[in-house]
T-cell receptor
Framework: NAGVTQTPKFRVLKTGQSMTLLCAQD?????MYWYRQDPGMGLRLIHY???????AKGEVPDGYNVSRLKKQNFLLGLESAAPSQTSVYFC???????????FGPGTRLTVT | SQQGEEDPQALSIQEGENATMNCSYK?????LQWYRQNSGRGLVHLIL?????REKHSGRLRVTLDTSKKSSSLLITASRAADTASYFC????????????FGKGTTLSVSS
């Protein structure tokens, strides 16, 4: 039982490049989330999903896209990376919206 | 827009002392949760307190909730160096039960 895993752990991109971050969970959770964490800002919700095939915007969705084709996976895409997207990205999942969230280890992304 | 705001932003204590951190929020909630984040790691759930509860204990942790003041406190008794981490409160005020809103956190440093 791996819980929530994230791939990759680290990535450096040049401005304008694209990439996809993968989040996988093996707990059969319906809800999945993508957050970014910047110094002094806490966690901010980017996008979330309340079930397979559904996605919704969070607090800071601009510049990101997501997909939830399979229940266990939640992908976060950056189509044209910008230095402002330098951050640590966390994925989380939960059984229900108000319940305890389980977090992945994070992906540290630097955009130069 | 962040719902929960932790206070203080940083706290330094000696081993064996108690640590108290506070969280204030703005709108009505169904529950409030506390999470811990060790440096470079994902968040780990500590405790959930429902709106109809006033106090909850888990080991050395004691959480109180005052819905009339829209505030919560997390008390860690007999602190250890291993308690050094950032602590976040999270409330369920986002999009009617689909996602949590996290505060900016309190950074606790426990020295031996």
């Amino acid at each position: 039982n791996a819980g929530v895993t994230q791939t990759p752990k680290f990535r450096v991109l040049k401005t304008g490049q694209s990439m996809t971050l993968l989040c996988a969970q093996d707990m059969n959770h319906e809800y999945m989330y993508w957050y970014r964490q910047d110094p002094g800002m806490g966690l901010r919700l980017i996008h979330y999903s309340v079930g397979e095939g559904t996605t919704a915007k969070g607090e800071v969705p601009d510049g990101y896209n997501v997909s939830r084709l399979k229940k266990q996976n939640f992908l976060l895409g950056l189509e044209s990376a910008a230095p402002s997207q330098t951050s640590v990205y966390f994925c989380a999942s939960t059984l229900a919206g108000f319940a305890e969230q389980y977090f992945g280890p994070g992906t540290r992304l630097t955009v130069t | 827009s962040q719902q929960g705001e932790e206070d203080p932003q940083a706290l330094s204590i000696q081993e064996g002392e108690n640590a108290t951190m506070n969280c204030s929020y703005k709108t009505s909630i169904n529950n409030l949760q506390w999470y811990r984040q060790n440096s470079g790691r994902g968040l780990v759930h500590l405790i959930l307190i429902r709106s109809n509860e006033r106090e909850k204990h888990s080991g050395r942790l004691r959480v109180t909730l005052d819905t009339s003041k829209k505030s919560s406190s997390l008390l860690i008794t007999a602190s250890r160096a291993a308690d050094t981490a950032s602590y976040f409160c999270a409330t369920d005020g986002y999009q009617a039960g689909t996602a949590l809103i996290f505060g900016k956190g309190t950074t606790l440093s426990v020295s031996s």
